[in-house]
């Protein structure tokens, strides 16, 4: 039997020397590869074309959503699946859009992650149960005040919507400062007048208003 050639993203390391050992001593399976950011994910992915990617969210200089479409672009034939501590329903939804093949959260990656492997590796779609029945659960009609909320954002200064969308996708403040040239501190003001325009308490909810308005696109 030829082994399923896995490579692990994800920038904890103690993480992934658990995931390696777990996957490492099953008999079909390898681990090919580790990364700890999405920078060196799309290289090593990029030279090793594995069959799987298992692949976190929330990750320093290029995050699990944005590396996702990258990945399905010079990648169709390596299935991803996403392992997260997430268990949002928006990131969920965001990670299917994008092209994930499956979605696990960190808290049951022992033997469900091997079922998961295995069902995506058979062309499957994998849901984490719990997140599976919000999913369904949240199959509702759009708000009637999809329109307020396209004004609302309209409401805000480019650089507020820009902040925003960083935050949404994952980054975090020292992260967006870093890429657009100014402080963490000017980072937060801006974080704080957008959520504050918008009427969003948590990033949860900016991720949910930003995918319901098609911002994370």
Do not use: C
């Not at 399976?29 to 290289?43: F, T």
């Not at 650089?159 to 870093?178: F, P």
């Amino acid at each position: 039997m030829i082994p399923i050639r896995i490579l692990l993203a994800d920038d904890h390391a103690v993480l992934r020397a658990g995931l390696k050992l777990l996957l490492d001593g099953r008999s079909d399976m390898s681990v090919i590869g580790e990364a700890a950011d999405g920078a060196e994910l799309l290289s090593l992915a990029r030279t090793h074309r594995p069959d799987i990617i298992l692949l976190d969210l929330t990750m320093p200089r290029l995050g699990g959503l944005e590396a996702l479409p990258l990945l399905r672009q010079h990648l169709p034939q390596t299935r991803i699946l996403i392992l997260t501590m997430h268990d949002d329903e928006s990131y969920l939804r965001q990670a299917l859009k994008a092209g994930a093949a499956g979605y696990v959260l960190k808290k049951a990656a022992d033997v469900e992650l091997i079922a998961a492997i295995q069902s995506v590796m058979r062309g499957d779609l994998y849901v984490h149960p719990t997140m599976a029945k919000i999913l369904f659960e949240g199959m509702i009609p759009e708000m009637a005040g999809q329109q307020a909320e396209v004004d609302l954002w309209d409401s805000l200064s480019n650089r507020e919507q820009e902040v925003l969308r960083l935050v949404a996708l994952g980054h975090t403040s020292r992260e967006i400062a870093n890429q657009l040239s100014v402080s963490a501190k000017t980072i937060e003001t801006h974080r704080a007048r957008g959520m504050e325009k918008l009427g969003l308490r948590n990033r949860a909810a900016l991720v949910r208003f930003a995918l319901a308005q098609g911002l994370m696109d």
